[in-house]
């Protein structure tokens, strides 16, 4: 699975963005998908993931509320909705896709990743 992430950019706070991840290669609708965040000088950070249905999702608490993870499987596609963002939101996303089940927050469960893309809240 080839995945490739768009959608990042400068925005202030309180602002949207909406994140895509599209996938080539093996049956996207068979993979769990994840997003997750970087920010400089801290870990990778579960944000949220759908189930292969587009049936169950989860979310960190911190973007719950305000984000929204949702998939297109006839376009291969999987979305992050980002609203109300926050200066702390501001980190390299990357979208990530799996087989483990049910829904798994930890990087080791997810076998192929996106290149980021940056996201840059301004106060």
């Known amino acids: 699975v080839q995945l490739q992430a768009s959608g990042g950019g400068l925005v202030q706070a309180g602002g949207s963005l909406r994140l895509s991840c599209v996938a080539s290669?093996?049956?996207?609708?068979?993979?769990?998908m994840g997003w997750f965040r970087q920010a400089p000088g801290k870990e990778r950070e579960f944000v949220a993931a759908?189930?292969?249905?587009?049936?169950?999702?989860k979310y960190v608490d911190s973007v719950k509320g305000r984000f929204t993870i949702s998939r297109d499987n006839a376009e291969n596609t999987v979305y992050l909705q980002m609203n109300s963002l926050e200066p702390d939101d501001t980190a390299v996303y990357s979208c990530?896709?799996?087989?483990?089940?049910?829904?798994?927050?930890?990087?080791?469960?997810?076998?192929?990743w996106g290149q980021g893309t940056q996201v840059t809240v301004s106060s």
């Open positions: 990530a896709a799996g087989r483990a089940v049910p829904i798994r927050r930890n990087t080791g469960d997810y076998d192929y």
């Open positions: 290669g093996r049956i996207f609708s068979s993979y769990v």
């Open positions: 759908i189930s292969s249905s587009g049936g169950a999702t």
